[in-house]
């Protein structure tokens, strides 16, 4: 390991903290642009809605080794070769994101927005307020494709990082492998610590999201009353629609608390701020 980060001709360390640091701007930016683009599309009507889809759409179409050489004679131009920015700002939007957000956002709970409105929040209230935090499974899925996919990307910078202090780890993992010589020590142990980032992204975001819902659940049950017997309105974690729907199935026709529809106690997790509270109990 200590042969790895001492070898004067490959700088490992220097490699990686470029790709953290590449990987992650890059990540952040995706998710904040294509977000926003998605939700534009999705939510605010007005007249080239559609047009601007179909512009996003017609991208995806086009190879990318059609806009490889436009894209480095543009970074060449503004003299971005052998630097962070060349790496990252051209990979800040991604139109597949921009499209995998805007059919996210087309089945969003509408009624959690028009609470927002009743508060008086505008769209971009509503959305980092009330979007964004119910969104979150759907954004951490987007930000480990994104971060996965630039942190492995090779040809970009190769071709960009022309020095060696712009290097990312792909570019130096592959330095140790050549026509002459193979350095298999060390090409060995770059992989792993090649490998290593992606397992500290993944998997503890596996795991934090598959006891997310429970956890979640068992403050709503100390939280609410009766909350146990039916699952809270405002929690539609994967646990708590297997319990709604093994409540609905078990005991057809009785009305269950937490059922709007039966008149029952229910909690009521709409929007924003104060909309929450319990209905009365039914009418006799």
């Given at each position: 390991m200590r042969e790895l980060f001492d070898d004067p001709s490959v700088?490992?360390?220097?490699?990686?903290?470029?790709?953290v640091v590449i990987a992650v701007v890059q990540t952040a930016g995706v998710l904040v642009l294509a977000s926003l683009a998605g939700y534009g599309l999705a939510r605010i009507p007005y007249r080239h809605a559609n047009g601007v889809f179909l512009a996003i759409l017609l991208t995806l179409m086009v190879p990318a080794a059609v806009t490889f050489v436009p894209t480095f004679v543009l970074v060449s131009t503004l003299g971005w070769v052998s630097t962070l920015r060349g790496l990252i700002v051209p990979g800040l939007f991604?139109?597949?994101?921009?499209?995998?957000?805007?059919?996210?956002?087309?089945?969003?709970?509408?009624?959690?927005?028009?609470?927002?409105?009743?508060?008086?929040?505008?769209?971009?209230?509503?959305?980092?307020?009330?979007?964004?935090?119910?969104?979150?499974?759907?954004?951490?899925?987007?930000?480990?494709?994104?971060?996965?996919?630039?942190w492995n990307s090779f040809l970009w910078p190769l071709v960009i990082g022309q020095d060696e202090r712009s290097w990312t780890v792909q570019i130096a993992v592959s330095t140790f492998l050549t026509s002459q010589t193979v350095n298999l020590h060390e090409l060995s142990m770059a992989a792993v610590f090649a490998i290593l980032p992606l397992l500290l992204v993944f998997r503890p975001?596996?795991?934090?999201?598959a006891g997310r819902g429970t956890d979640r659940h068992q403050r709503l049950i100390r939280r609410v009353p009766n909350a146990g017997r039916f699952p809270p309105a405002d929690c539609w974690s994967a646990s708590c629609n297997r319990l709604r729907d093994h409540r609905m199935t078990s005991r057809p026709g009785r009305p269950e608390e937490g059922d709007l529809s039966s008149g029952g106690h229910a909690v009521v997790g709409v929007g924003f701020g104060g909309?929450?509270?319990?209905?009365?109990?039914a009418a006799t």
């Open positions: 700088p490992m360390l220097h490699s990686m903290v470029n790709s991604q139109a597949f994101a921009a499209f995998l957000f805007r059919q996210y956002f087309l089945n969003f709970p509408r009624e959690l927005e028009e609470g927002a409105r009743i508060d008086g929040l505008n769209y971009w209230g509503t959305f980092w307020r009330i979007v964004v935090p119910n969104s979150r499974g759907f954004f951490a899925a987007i930000a480990t494709i994104t971060f996965i996919s630039t975001a596996a795991l934090h999201r909309l929450a509270g319990a209905s009365g109990a």
